[in-house]
């Protein structure tokens, strides 16, 4: 019988968006930006374990006024204070740190703590269309904007054709084994299904949603609360 776990690397500091607070743990309607992701897979049926890999020296999950929130989670929720300096090595040193619970044939979905929205909907989608595959893929969105190659001088070098592209979004779902041995072989890579289509396989495109967006910049904090409550009131 085949098995489903999560994991989410949280060991960044979310320089981007330019706060002190680590991105992760800035407020979204009153908790933890996190703590949305974590509370949709720990609710999923068929996920049954999800590990948070967090850095070594991360002091704001102890902060006591959010332990209920953590504990309300349930006991799939597992912490892993063993996260790197990228994103690949915290998925490397989560899913080393999860060895004992999962077999080579395990599916493994990785999420980034910064989506917020991932609805119990999406997880469906994405572990029925993958339940079969024979590599894995990942939640994505067909592009809908025209892109322009810019060049040194910030004016437009070329337009692209946006036929066949898509936004690669999480989570990403693979056998555990397969991603194993594909992120040893190439850990520096920005997703996991880059390292896994390094190996030689072509992970599968399960169409997602333009709400499960990445909170990356301020603006897409405010977007993700419209989200959310638009979602709580049923619209």
């Given amino acids: 019988m085949t098995h489903y776990y999560a994991l ?15 991105k992760q743990y800035l407020s979204l309607l009153g908790v933890p930006l996190i703590w949305h992701a974590l509370s949709t897979l720990c609710a999923h049926p068929r996920i049954e374990r999800v590990w948070v890999v967090l850095s070594p020296t991360d002091y704001y999950w102890q902060r006591p006024e959010w332990q209920e929130l953590w504990l309300a ?12 300096e990228t994103r690949a090595d915290s998925v490397v040193q989560g899913l080393a740190a999860a060895a004992t619970a999962i077999a080579p044939d395990d599916w493994v979905l990785i999420h980034d703590a910064a989506r917020p929205c991932l609805s119990s909907q999406m997880l469906d989608r994405l572990i029925e ?4 595959d024979p590599v894995g ?14 060049d040194d001088a910030g004016r437009v070098a070329a337009t692209l054709p946006r036929a066949g592209l898509w936004q690669a979004q999480t989570p990403q779902m693979f056998r555990y084994g397969l991603l194993q ?5 190439r850990p520096d890579v920005t997703d996991e299904a880059s390292a896994v ?17 990445k909170v990356t910049y301020p603006a897409d904090l405010r977007l ?12």
Wanted: a neutral charge; aromatic letters at 4%; hydrophobic letters at 45%.
């Fill in 8 to 22: 989410v690397p949280a060991a960044g500091s979310g320089s981007r968006f330019g706060e002190e607070t680590p």
């Fill in 73 to 84: 989670l349930g006991p799939k929720l597992e912490v892993a204070h063993c996260g790197g």
């Fill in 181 to 185: 041995s594909a992120l040893a072989a």
């Fill in 224 to 235: 993700a609360e419209w989200i959310l409550r638009g979602r709580r009131a049923g619209t």
């Fill in 137 to 150: 893929g990942l939640l994505a969105m067909p592009l809908a904007d025209t892109l322009k190659r810019a």
């Fill in 129 to 132: 269309t993958l339940a079969e």
């Fill in 197 to 213: 289509e390094t190996a030689g396989f072509a992970p599968r495109l399960v169409e997602s949603a333009a709400t499960n967006l």
